[in-house]
Each structure stands twice: as structure tokens, then as C-alpha cells.
């Protein structure tokens, strides 16, 4: 490999391995801009913008897109969410490494994204449950789902697209999303990870007293249990 070529993260490359040939592509708090340098130099797509809401990460992206010689294909912008991004400016648009709730109301406010042939990468850091449930009451579907390891952190990364089908997720498939433990071990530990941490907020509701939301958060971790030995996903 050239030494100018920029190296990614497994969980920044399973987004780049979401992201469609040919596609233009809209990096959506770039930060570093790791991610559209990264796709233009392995030759899956010719151009991309680079934005984010503030002004310091925006200046390290494009430090980089200069280090890499890539600025007359990578332009970046200062924009809050899609503010600044126009529909016919990109197909894919790569949302990662921020909270849950922040990537639904990025969504939220750019309604030109209900658009059959947008495809967005979602990868949150934080309540997937939320986004998925939000994702799907609001004509949304996620078409694959997969989790990925990188520095001893489990990921999860969605590639979700415009169907106009409203769904109403119940609170298991809302938490297990598309994700297949019965084929992906990565899946599986992820999976596993969420059941530890809804034992331990089931812990807390029973010290609280609140035994009603306690039963039904006992019968979501019954189910993804059962899921992850084997059983079935309503989602799927
Ligand atoms: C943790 S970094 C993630 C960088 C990169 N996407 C990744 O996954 O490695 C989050 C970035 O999102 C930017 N950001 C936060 N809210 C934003 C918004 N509403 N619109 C655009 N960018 C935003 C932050 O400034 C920051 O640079």
C-alpha cells in the first residue's frame, strides 16, 4: 500500500463498505474527513462533501483533504446536520459517531431525505434504540445492520433507506434492530453486551420500587435472550 493512503478504523470502514459504488456522498459531522478521503482513494467514489457544525473539526478535515491532495474532489462545509446540502448534491449520506437522538433530529429536519434513492449509513454511539424506533415510524426501513470491533468497542452500523412504510417497533426489535447473532459472533457479543446493560437498569428500576416497568423490561431481555440462542426477530 502507498504510504498516502489513509488508513480507517474497522468501525469507520464498515461505514465505507455500506457506502454504494459510484455514489456522492455526504459525510455528515466529518470531523477529521477520514472517511471521504478514504473513499476517493480507494476509487468507490469521485467526489464528496465534507461538513460539519463547527469550525474546528471542519479545519482538521481540511487539513487532511489538503495533506491527501484530494480538495478539487472533497468539498467541505460548514453545516449544521444537511442545513447546507442539497438533495441533488448526494445519494449516500454517512451519519456516524453521534448520539442516537442527535442523528434523528439531523434526519428529522431534512425531509428531502424520505427519498427512495437516497441510502443513509447510520452509526450511533449511543441509544440505537431510539433512532431505529424513530427510523421506522417515519417510513423508514433499515435493509442491514451489522456490529464491528474497534478498540475493544462494539459498534453498530445501519444502512437505512426511504420505503414509506410507517412501522411501529416494539421494544425488543427496537433494540436488536437487523442484527443477526445467529450468523455474526460480532452480532452475538454486541447483543450480549446490550443484555448486561438492561440487567443492570432492571436492577435499578427494582431498587426504585418501579416494579411494573421492571416486568416489562424482564420480558425485553427475555426475548433477546431467547433471540440470541436462537429464536425469532418480528422485524425481520
Ligand atoms: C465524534 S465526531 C465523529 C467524527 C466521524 N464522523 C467519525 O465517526 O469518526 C462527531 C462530529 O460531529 C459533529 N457534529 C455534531 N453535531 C453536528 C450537527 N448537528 N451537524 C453536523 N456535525 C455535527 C461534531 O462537531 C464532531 O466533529
Redesign the pocket.
Known amino acids: 500500500m502507498n504510504s498516502n493512503e489513509i488508513k480507517l478504523d474497522r ?2 470502514s464498515l ?1 465505507a463498505e455500506f457506502v454504494r459504488q459510484g455514489a456522492t456522498v455526504a ?6 474527513a ?2 471521504p478521503v478514504y473513499l476517493i482513494q480507494s476509487g468507490k467514489i469521485n467526489s464528496a462533501i465534507a ?4 469550525e474546528g ?1 471542519l479545519k482538521s478535515g481540511i487539513e487532511t483533504i489538503k495533506q491527501y491532495s484530494l480538495s478539487d474532489k472533497i468539498s467541505a462545509r460548514l ?3 444537511l442545513e447546507k446540502i442539497r438533495a441533488d448534491e448526494c445519494s449516500d449520506i ?1 451519519i ?3 448520539g442516537g437522538e ?1 442523528i434523528c433530529s ?1 434526519i428529522e429536519a431534512a425531509q428531502w431525505l424520505k427519498s427512495s434513492d437516497k441510502h443513509l449509513i447510520l ?1 450511533p ?1 449511543t441509544r440505537p434504540e431510539v433512532l431505529r424506533s424513530y427510523l421506522c415510524q417515519n417510513g423508514f426501513e433499515i435493509m442491514r445492520e451489522q456490529a464491528v470491533e474497534s478498540d475493544g468497542r462494539i459498534y453498530t452500523v445501519m444502512l437505512v433507506c426511504f420505503c414509506n412504510t410507517t412501522v411501529v417497533l416494539s421494544d425488543f426489535s427496537a433494540r436488536v434492530g437487523k442484527l443477526n447473532p445467529a450468523e455474526r459472533k460480532l452480532d452475538r457479543m454486541y447483543l450480549e453486551r446490550v443484555v448486561a446493560s438492561l440487567q443492570k437498569k432492571h436492577k435499578g428500576l427494582l431498587c426504585g420500587g418501579n416494579k411494573n416497568i421492571a416486568a416489562d423490561l424482564a420480558d425485553t431481555i427475555n426475548k433477546i435472550n431467547s433471540f440470541i440462542n436462537g429464536g425469532q426477530n418480528d422485524y425481520c
Open positions: 468501525r469507520l461505514c459525510d455528515i459531522g466529518t470531523d477529521h477520514y472517511l461538513a460539519d457544525i463547527n473539526p453545516s449544521n446536520g454517512v456516524a459517531g453521534m442527535l439531523i452509526q454511539m
